[in-house]
């Protein structure tokens, strides 16, 4: 008989043929042996596919689905219909996980009867590690309140002390680094939005998983590996519509969050997520290099800061919390001075340059 997997592991492969035995070599030998890893490639034009045909003729576990380029999205998707584990966990193709991930994060969901367990995670670059601090107690169940009010809340956004650490505004919005109860997203028929329309998806995502969640337990180790390549630069790629595709994205949030009770501070939550998210959209402006003038950029700051929700926004942004350098980037923004904001982040990409 046919045993049944306990972990399904999802990895969405797109050109990655540079990294992608890294990520392989860490599922296959996970010390926790009875897992599905699903491998779908999204249409790779290089050589991922045959590496990922290699290690599907090697060991029965893998699954292998080839399909023409759908984006990450369709590709997630696709990859929880497939599932068959008891619980499911994504793996971007160009990271990798400690060999006893799946270990410690599986026997922990069974001790704990939990139907979502989150870990902690290192920002691995070409030359150092940095490990990633997250808010939260350390191996620690949270019933089902405190799963909404003390987890959902921080993915939604930071309030009061928290926003001294705008850099950590995303570190729980990942749906890598979780383990899902798989029934809980079956069940609530939850799928990944497309990027073309809201930007990011795992922010959406993981506030619908939340919704219905019964408990959560956070392990206090970093048992995920998130690449960040040889990256010099506090910008990267330009995203067309970035402004509208957020906006679009937390109207989906707001739409989510009205099937639960009031009172659970994500109104404040979120409105601290659209100041806080004028550094993405400022350095999404700064990315397109020369495409624009500076004077351009500026005034497409401007206008972003105009719009009456990012006015209503700063208008109960308490700049108190803040260190004296974001103190200073928000206190711009809120006093719609675009110009100065501009060069802020101009500042700031120098700096990191050299860190």
């Known amino acids: 008989m046919e045993i049944k997997p306990s972990v399904s592991i999802i990895v969405p492969v797109y050109n990655v043929e540079q990294y992608l035995q890294r990520c392989l070599d860490s599922l296959v030998n996970q010390t926790y042996y009875n897992i599905e890893i699903i491998l779908i490639n999204d249409g790779s034009t290089d050589n991922s596919l045959k590496i990922l045909k290699h290690y599907a003729d090697k060991d029965p576990r893998v699954v292998l689905v080839n399909k023409e380029n759908e984006g990450i999205s369709t590709t997630r998707n696709l990859g929880v219909e497939t599932a068959t584990g008891e619980y499911l966990t994504f793996v971007d193709s160009d990271d990798w996980l400690e060999l006893d991930t799946i270990e410690k994060m599986y026997d922990k969901a069974i001790q704990e009867q939990c139907q979502l367990v989150m870990c902690s995670y290192t920002r691995s670059y070409q030359n150092k590690e940095l490990r990633k601090a997250i808010d939260l107690k350390s191996d620690y169940l949270f019933n089902e309140q405190e799963t909404k009010e003390m987890v959902l809340r921080k993915i939604i956004g930071p309030i009061n002390e928290e926003l001294a650490h705008p850099e950590n505004l995303d570190s729980l919005v990942t749906v890598w680094g979780k383990l899902y109860k798989t029934s809980v997203i079956k069940d609530h028929n939850i799928k990944f939005l497309d990027t073309t329309l ?103 700051i401007n206008n972003i800061l105009a719009e009456d929700r990012m006015k209503r926004a700063y208008k109960q942004l308490e700049l108190s919390y803040f260190p004296l350098h974001w103190k200073v980037f928000y206190l711009f923004n809120k006093y719609r001075l675009g110009g100065l904001s501009y060069l802020t982040l101009k500042g700031m990409e120098v700096i990191r340059r050299y860190i």
């Open 198 to 300: 809201i930007g990011t998806e795992d922010l959406v995502f993981n506030v619908e998983v939340f919704l219905y969640l019964k408990n959560s337990f956070f392990i206090n180790l970093p048992l995920y590996h998130y690449w960040k390549g040889n990256e010099t630069s506090f910008t990267s790629s330009h995203n067309r519509n970035l402004n509208e595709k957020w906006k679009k994205r937390d109207e989906v949030i707001t739409n989510l969050l009205m099937k639960i009770d009031e009172g659970h501070d994500f109104e404040e939550a979120l409105n601290n997520r659209v100041c806080l998210s004028m550094i993405g959209l400022g350095l999404n402006e700064i990315s397109q290099a020369n495409q624009i003038s500076s004077i351009q950029k500026i005034k497409n």
